[in-house]
């Protein structure tokens, strides 16, 4: 079946440094992608979303990158600062079926030092 | 700003308790949404609806059903809830022609 994965389980980082969270995803059907953030003990958030037809979007201090040819996602944090530690996720949609379904990856936990 | 609420943070249940889960959305979402999250499995889909008394089975219905008599509503049951069901639960809505889910803060359930 489909899949969306995540290259590295846990990311750790040095405060004020960049962070790049990779995701890759198998359905070659996808159009959408979105990132979200979720932080321990709450919801996912959203943080920003990206088009097939799109291989850049930046937002405040967040950039994703999608390379459709090796059908590859990547979020990119900017001065990563210690309220960016969470779990990050990678979700995908195909352009058709009900209710635009989600399919998510596993997740990768930034961690971000001191 | 889109809100998603969920009726409890943490519950703990008993085995072959039935359990009620209620999510309240207040933005005229006509899809909702109910997944459980386990670590190193990500997401997983139980039940969507998208619109009144309509609901579809996700990847994982077993032992799950839904209801959503009113829009702002969608209820997730365990009808006799087992171990295995002890989870982190989390609801979202959308809108019928968008793809962006927002979530609720999720409940907590130790299944006993």
């Known amino acids: 079946g489909e899949s969306v994965g995540l290259h590295l389980p846990t990311l750790s980082v040095q405060e004020g440094d960049n962070s790049i969270i990779n995701c890759a995803y198998s359905?070659?059907?996808?159009?959408?992608f979105i990132w979200y953030k979720q932080e321990s003990g709450k919801g996912p958030q959203f943080i920003i979303d990206?088009?097939?037809?799109?291989d850049k979007r930046q937002g405040q201090r967040v950039t994703v990158l999608l390379n459709k040819t090796v059908k590859h996602l990547s979020l990119q944090i900017a001065a990563t600062q210690p309220g960016d530690s969470a779990v990050y996720f990678c979700?995908?949609?195909?352009?058709?079926?009900?209710?635009?379904?989600?399919?998510f990856g596993s997740g990768t936990q930034l961690t971000v030092l001191p | 700003d889109v809100k998603v609420t969920q009726s409890s943070r943490y519950l703990v249940k008993r085995t072959g308790e039935k359990v009620f889960l209620e999510c309240v959305q207040d933005?005229?979402?006509?899809?909702m949404f109910w997944y459980r999250q386990d670590p190193g499995l990500g997401l997983r889909l139980i039940y969507f609806s998208y619109d009144v008394k309509m609901k579809e089975k996700g990847d994982i219905p077993e032992g799950y059903s839904v209801s959503r008599e009113k829009k702002e509503r969608f209820s997730l049951i365990l009808e006799s809830a087992s171990t295995n069901q002890t989870s982190m639960y989390l609801c979202?809505?959308?809108?019928?022609?968008?793809?962006?889910?927002?979530f609720g803060p999720g409940t907590r359930l130790l299944v006993l």
């Open positions: 979700a995908e949609t195909p352009s058709s079926g009900s209710a635009r379904q989600l399919t």
């Open positions: 990206i088009r097939s037809n799109m």
């Open positions: 359905n070659s059907a996808s159009d959408y």
């Open positions: 933005m005229d979402h006509e899809n």
């Open positions: 979202a809505s959308s809108l019928i022609s968008e793809e962006t889910q927002y």
